[in-house]
């Protein structure tokens, strides 16, 4: 299994501005992925962090709306550039197993841009 | 990948088992059920896991059968605490990724 640590929990951000999202995890994984997750919504993934190297991000995501660093095999960050309403919504850092199988989430952050 | 389907939300009541049902008639052959549940303003959390038959842990049951195109997630004598949404995915892509469905919002009344 894994621990994930995410943070800040929850913010309220001013329009035009960036947050960034720190996610640790207690052991070394090598699939890290991001997702948002709208008011009442299922999860839609964003990228895929990948340790080295540039995310790969889904359609409809770009890096410079979403840059994401993954310096390590315990570590991800995602943020959030020059925010408006519209990106208020919660953001999930998930990690997965292959030998498990199975899929681990941090708490989320819930943003809110006025 | 196959495609999940479930209802998209349920009612019960305090002390009931509830059962909820998904489809996946696309299921590959090495394809694992899981289901993970989702309480608001926190991550998905795993609840079970089965490839067929029946697979029982101290939360819940699942039941696949043989056909395992369906599953049906049992949860016995539900409390208000298991309001939440569940959702029910299948497999991994080659990247690892999954699919997240609209999952099943159960509300447990008192």
């Known amino acids: 299994s894994a621990v994930i640590s995410q943070k800040p929990s929850r913010d309220i951000c001013q329009r035009g501005t960036s947050l960034t999202i720190q996610c640790q995890v207690d052991?070394?994984?090598?699939?890290m992925f991001w997702y948002r997750q709208q008011p009442g919504q299922s999860l839609t993934l964003i990228a895929t962090?990948?340790?080295?190297?540039?995310?790969?991000?889904e359609s409809g995501f770009v890096i410079d709306k979403f840059p994401i660093s993954r310096p390590n095999l315990t570590f991800s960050t995602l943020t959030v550039s020059n925010m408006s309403p519209e990106d208020s919504s919660i953001y999930l850092c998930?990690?997965?197993?292959?030998?498990?199988?199975?899929?681990?989430f941090g708490q989320g952050t819930r943003l809110t841009v006025v | 990948l196959a495609k999940t389907t479930q209802p998209i939300s349920m009612d019960s009541y305090e002390g009931q088992e509830v059962n909820i049902t998904c489809s996946h008639n696309?299921?590959?052959?090495?394809?694992?059920i899981t289901w993970y549940q989702q309480f608001p303003s926190q991550g998905p959390r795993f609840i079970i896991q089965?490839?067929?038959?029946?697979v029982t842990n101290e939360v819940a049951s699942l039941f696949i059968p043989a056909d395992r195109k369906s599953s049906t997630l049992s949860l016995p004598r539900v409390s208000l605490s298991d309001t939440a949404v569940y959702y029910c995915?299948?497999?991994?892509?080659?990247?690892?990724?999954?699919?997240w469905g609209a999952g099943t919002k159960l509300i447990i009344k008192p």
């Open positions: 998930s990690v997965v197993s292959p030998r498990d199988t199975e899929a681990f």
């Open positions: 052991s070394q994984v090598t699939m």
């Open positions: 962090a990948n340790q080295g190297s540039e995310a790969t991000y």
């Open positions: 696309n299921i590959a052959t090495n394809d694992y």
């Open positions: 089965g490839y067929k038959t029946k």
């Open positions: 995915l299948v497999g991994l892509d080659s990247n690892y990724q999954l699919i």
